[in-house]
């Protein structure tokens, strides 16, 4: 699966590997560059609301410990 970037923000993100109890992540703040490209991407932990900048590319890698949750309306739309 790839991840459109556009539909990035608001997304739900879970590590399989909690730390410090935060397992709930959602995607908080994406910002492009003229070319649209993502050039910072922050994700925000549900039960601590500690926000941190990821690197977007570790949230589509299988080994990066993310697996992708489920929006609102219970389907992934940011997965093409």
Do not use: M
């Amino acid at each position: 699966n790839t991840i459109s970037p556009k539909k990035l923000i608001h997304s739900k993100w879970t590590r399989v590997s909690p730390i410090n109890k935060e397992r709930h992540f959602i995607v908080t703040k994406v910002e492009f560059d003229e070319n649209s490209a993502i050039t910072h991407c922050s994700i925000e932990a549900v039960i601590t609301k500690r926000e941190e900048e990821i690197n977007w590319i570790e949230l589509k890698d299988e080994k990066s410990g993310y697996t992708a949750g489920n929006n609102q309306e219970g389907s992934l739309p940011f997965l093409k």
